[in-house]
């Protein structure tokens, strides 16, 4: 017996002092080193297909730009509550003992919280239709903010993105204009995209490989909400998560989603 005892303490000593100590300290890893994580905003620009009015294709494309934005608990600055007060943790198991150390209970704890996403979309081309088979109009879509119209042409608005941002095209899709059928790659090339916030104290810029890059872009991620981003159609979405015990009103058991209205701060993009 005490041979089988010893043998059992031993599977469980070799359990918690390996892959359970392995996926609790990723998980404290990962708590501590926020800042490393993906980002929070991701931009992508870049041209459509290089179509000119007689349908032949054409040197340039119209410009298009996509930022999207997430926002959760611990990367929210402090406005992903559920109700007022600091970020909540992510739901998690909490373990404690009772009568003594000889009976060991778990909680599912940290149960609400909020998630925020925005998403803003610019399209150069202002005039697109959607019409019933006899060509009666049924739907105009909107692809630009109507409180603030754009005024440059599409050359000034290239020139201005290939001097602004010419350090941030990629370089493997600028080659394909230099390939085979050149101007059908048009539509490829000078695509990029923005993931960091333009912060000199952010851990990427200060990454020795990235040395001298700042101010290039910082200057694109400017132009590109000033000149694109700030005319387009923008739209958010927040909801709250939250556990339910299968109770009235919630008839079914476990995490479920409720969306609410944003807050000014996530609108206006002050948090």
């Known amino acids: 017996m005490r041979d089988i005892l010893r043998e059992g303490t031993e599977e469980i000593r070799e359990f ?5 100590q392995d996926l609790i300290l990723a ?3 990962a708590e501590q080193d926020l800042a490393r994580q ?3 905003v991701a931009i992508y620009v870049w041209r459509d297909s290089p179509v000119g009015s007689d349908g032949a294709l054409s040197s340039d494309g119209m410009w298009h730009a996509v930022k999207v934005e997430a926002r959760l608990p611990k990367r929210c600055n402090n406005a992903c509550s559920a109700s007022a007060g600091a970020d909540p943790r992510w739901p998690y198991v909490r373990t404690y003992t009772k009568r003594w150390g000889t009976k060991r209970c778990y909680e599912l704890t940290s149960t609400t919280g909020m998630v925020k996403v925005k998403v803003v979309r610019f399209d150069e081309t202002q005039q697109r239709t959607l019409n019933f088979p006899g060509g009666r109009l049924l739907w105009k879509i909107q692809s630009g903010h109507p409180a603030r119209p754009r005024n440059r042409s599409h050359d000034d608005l290239t020139g201005g993105i290939v001097s602004a941002c010419g350090e941030q095209f ?3 899709l600028e080659a394909l204009d230099t390939g085979p059928g050149g101007t059908n790659m048009t539509r490829f090339s ?7 916030v333009p912060d000199a104290n952010n ?5 020795p490989d990235r040395a001298g890059l700042f101010d290039g872009y910082q200057k694109c991620w400017n132009f590109v909400h000033t000149e694109m981003l700030r ?6 979405t927040c909801a709250v998560y939250y556990f339910s015990g299968g109770l009235y009103p ?3 058991q476990g995490f479920r989603l409720r969306f609410v209205p944003c807050d000014e701060g996530f609108i206006r993009g002050a948090r």
């Open 16 to 20: 918690l002092e390996g892959p359970a």
């Open 27 to 29: 998980r404290r890893g």
């Open 38 to 40: 993906l980002p929070s």
């Open 170 to 172: 990629d370089p493997h």
């Open 190 to 196: 000078r695509a990029f995209m923005l993931t960091q």
């Open 203 to 207: 851990w990427w810029f200060r990454d």
């Open 231 to 236: 005319h387009g159609v923008e739209t958010n």
């Open 250 to 252: 919630d008839s079914r």
